[in-house]
């Protein structure tokens, strides 16, 4: 079972940049692909963007193509989330997720979450 450390949120103002990192423990990180996931109060969780286990693709929600990129570093075991011109819906948890199954651009989760980071915009 893989670990997974999430940390870089934080309170932003609208417009602002963040990057998220999480850092997963085990050996399995570099032969899984993985995706990252918010929360907002009262709403489901969402995968805000996805990456195969050697980084050659990724996938993005349509809310966040052009302002999100995705990355991984699998010599670190640490994937990244950079989040630039964030706005007042992105705010809520961030999850990242590890081991899912990536299919055309769509990523399904495994059970097993870390304990997230907060992410907040103000406007």
């Known amino acids: 079972q893989v670990q997974l450390v999430e940390s870089g949120g934080g309170l932003v103002q609208a417009g602002g940049s963040l990057r998220l990192s999480c850092a997963a423990s085990?050996?399995?990180?570099?032969?899984?692909?993985m995706g990252w996931f918010r929360q907002a109060p009262g709403k489901e969780r969402e995968v805000v963007a996805a990456?195969?286990?050697?980084?050659?693709?990724?996938s993005y929600a349509d809310s966040v193509k052009g302002r999100f990129t995705i990355s991984r570093d699998n010599a670190k075991n640490t994937a990244y989330l950079q989040m630039n011109s964030l706005k007042p819906e992105d705010t809520g948890v961030y999850y990242c997720?590890?081991?899912?199954?990536?299919?055309?651009?769509?990523?399904?989760?495994?059970?097993?979450w870390g304990q997230g980071t907060q992410v907040t915009v103000s406007s």
């Open positions: 997720n590890v081991g899912g199954t990536y299919y055309s651009g769509l990523y399904s989760p495994v059970r097993y």
């Open positions: 085990g050996s399995t990180f570099s032969t899984n692909a």
């Open positions: 990456i195969t286990r050697t980084g050659s693709s990724t």
